[in-house]
């Protein structure tokens, strides 16, 4: 089993609607939490931290579910520049593990 | 902000030789490097981590005789791919953190190519 799985995707979502997707872990110790975007071919850019009582970040907005071990993000008035991989990653004992990542693409 | 920046940003090799990658964090003093490689449509994975003036971690499946890693200063990593093969061919980044910084700037990455 993956440390940390996520829906590979595509999400197909119209621009200005919003799209929101999960990803499990299987690690119950893990202490952070991080979604990071990757565009094709460049490495990974942190998006946000993610808390236990949920943050937002101008048009993201992240959960953490502690007890079911998983984390969520939420994307509202998507843009066309939105269009990229997420990643969800876990930090375990100071290693980060990610996902393999859900792509969204974002359509005029 | 941290800048980590790396070398060369691709490389197409021969099989059989070597290709050493540099890590370099440019702004801040980097205690720690790690080192993933990233194969298409999947996730990062963690090869080594490694501190400055001691000899890396490698993580499990990972061979330390073929990736050699040095970081012999606090600004710079290097992972050299020994006799490189096809199979080896993916996205290597790097990131480093500073001492006691739980986080991690990433390198662009190097993609190697072996023919």
């Known amino acids: 089993r993956k440390e940390v799985e996520q829906d590979p995707g595509p999400f197909n979502v119209p621009e200005g609607a919003t799209v929101a997707f999960n990803c499990t872990y299987s690690n119950s110790a893990s202490q952070s939490f991080f979604w990071y975007r990757q565009d094709c071919r460049k490495e990974p850019k942190l998006l946000m931290s993610?808390?236990?009582s949920g943050n937002e970040d101008g048009r993201f907005t992240a959960q953490l579910n502690r007890a079911s071990q998983y984390i969520s993000l939420l994307i509202r008035d998507s843009k066309l520049s939105d269009s990229a991989t997420y990643l969800c990653?876990?930090?375990?004992?100071?290693?980060?593990?990610f996902g393999a990542g859900t792509q969204v693409v974002v359509t005029p | 902000g941290a800048v980590v920046s790396q070398h060369p940003s691709w490389v197409i090799c021969k099989s059989g030789t070597s290709v050493k990658i540099e890590c370099r964090s440019l702004?801040?003093?980097?205690?720690?490097m790690f080192w993933y490689r990233q194969f298409p449509k999947q996730s990062l994975m963690l090869m080594a981590t490694s501190n400055e003036g001691s000899k890396a971690t490698y993580e499990q499946g990972v061979e330390k005789d073929k990736f050699l890693i040095n970081h012999a200063s606090l600004t710079l990593s290097t992972l050299t791919v020994t006799s490189a093969h096809p199979e080896d061919s993916s996205f290597y980044i790097c990131?480093?953190?500073?001492?006691?910084?739980?986080?991690?700037?990433f390198g662009p990455g190097t993609r190697l190519t072996v023919l």
């Open positions: 990131s480093a953190s500073g001492r006691g910084a739980d986080t991690q700037y």
């Open positions: 702004d801040f003093q980097a205690t720690t």
């Open positions: 993610v808390y236990s």
């Open positions: 990653v876990v930090n375990s004992w100071g290693k980060l593990q």
